[in-house]
């Protein structure tokens, strides 16, 4: 035997799914012009200090447990120090010797059936940097930065290097994935680059236990990537031993366009980090009920879910059977459930209009573009009566289209929503002379008349009549207080 | 305990790190300085921590994730030296060290 087993370890890095930034209240979202989402603590400028969101501690507790890992109490923030445009402070806060959790483990299923165990080191909280756009190589203009992304929260997974081929490396990328997006930690859109990878590699003697310097390879952020990618640098080594020569320890960059990694830079000592504790950050402490509350979760199973669905969401056992038949469902139909507050509502929407774009992408949850969080802004709209459920349905396929905000889908499609003046005016009038019947019912004290005649001002406004301005003004019409 | 608490070979990498390129006046100025809060900080290393009464650590007060408004791209930018169509503009870098 000579060098030739090849190690694998991988550096992940989670975005985690809140709506603020890890230390400040700047979004944390995807698709904003450049630089809209910064204020003074992520752009690093004097006197600003951070204080840290307890939902990404919550999100990463939430996945710490998901992967078996040991939470530490009193975790500790540190300053990584090196100078790079993109990272405005000049440091990152990320955590060093006290991660917020360790040890644990991922089971990765097996091509043959069965599965094998990962072992897993460490995860830690940190905070993303911006993003350069370089000009071409021999423009003029320099690069261009968007501090959009800095101070994003990130969860860090560190493997243990057990992983022996590139494809034992994707298929856990895959689980972690999978996993990660089930617990809610992440939105996982690959393509937004919620999930990005950075690998060491190096070559192992398993008669000897000689090794070769470990090799970092980075910018793995689609599966397919980082099989490429570790296949290349695995036989580039070969290759390397092969012939005599050294496989120095450094940092390699993977080039999707010509399927090879080439040289970075070469590896920094620890110490060239200069890692301390931040001063502005008191020690991390992770309580017994916040890590209850998410033992609880993590403990649930899909027949313990459905039961949850049925009793404590008061859903029919059918809904309850259909929301469960994966993860990904459950989960979804959970996070819009929780912010529309109507369980019913949101489950009759995620079986039918979320399932269906779900179906359209071969099943794919990563490529549906709404977020949970938006279709329940929505439901919750259509509750309040501020939004048709036609209006909404036609704003929900837009948005899965063309993955635009909900406020810009609904001017996309017709204009703002028609809740007074003589446009709504007009189409009253209009439902009253074509439901004359219905108009009498309510006149002589059938209340429930009245949902004919709103329908009716729906239909003929193509969805755009807010149904609350709707009803105010019919009741008023027909000599009713404007409020029930 | 003895030992300079900054060699030569010290601060010519703290010099590096730092991306500062002294003059030969101000090494001999600053270097001085600079070892005398190190020697401070060794100062408080020689205490005996262990003995002493761990006070209650205070914990990293948590911010719930509500959004606020931030920057304008216009104040945002409003700083930079140099700016252009909504981005800060920097000189060309291609390499360097990343997270």
Known sequence: MALDVPVIGLEVHVQLRTRTKLFCGCGAGFGAPPNHLTCPVCLGLPGALPVLNAEAVRLAVRAALALHMAVTPHSRFARKNYFYPDLPKGYQITQHDRPLATGGWLEVPLPGGGAARVALAQLHLEEDSGKSLHAAAGGAGGSRLDFNRAGAPLAEIVTEPCLGSPEEAADFLRALHARLTFAGVTTGRMEEGALRCDANVSLRDPATGDGTERVEVKNLNSFRFVERALAHEVSRQREAVASGAVVARETRLFDPGSGATAVLREKETFEDYRYFPDPDLPPLVVGEALLAQERHRRDEAPEALRTRFRTEMGLPDYDAGVLTQDRETAAYFEAVARRCADPKAASNWVMTEVLRQVKAHGGDWTRLRVHPEELGALLAQVAEGRLSTALAKAVFARMAESGEEAGTAVRALGGPVVRDGETLSALVDEALRAQPRAAEDVRAGHGRALGVLVGEVLRRSGGRAEPRAARRLLRVRLGLDAEE | ?99
């Open chain 2, 1 to 99: 305990m003895d030992e300079p608490v900054l060699s030569v070979a010290g601060f010519a990498a703290l010099q590096r790190l730092a991306r500062l390129r002294l003059s030969a006046e101000e090494a001999a100025r600053l270097r001085p300085q600079l070892e005398a809060i190190l020697g401070y900080v060794r100062r408080l290393e020689a205490l005996d921590a262990e003995s002493a009464e761990a006070g209650e650590e205070a914990a990293a007060p948590l911010r719930p994730d509500e959004p606020r408004p931030g920057l304008s791209p216009g104040e945002a930018l409003a700083a930079a030296p140099d700016a252009s169509e909504g981005f800060f503009r920097v000189p060309r870098v291609l390499k360097g060290p990343g997270a």
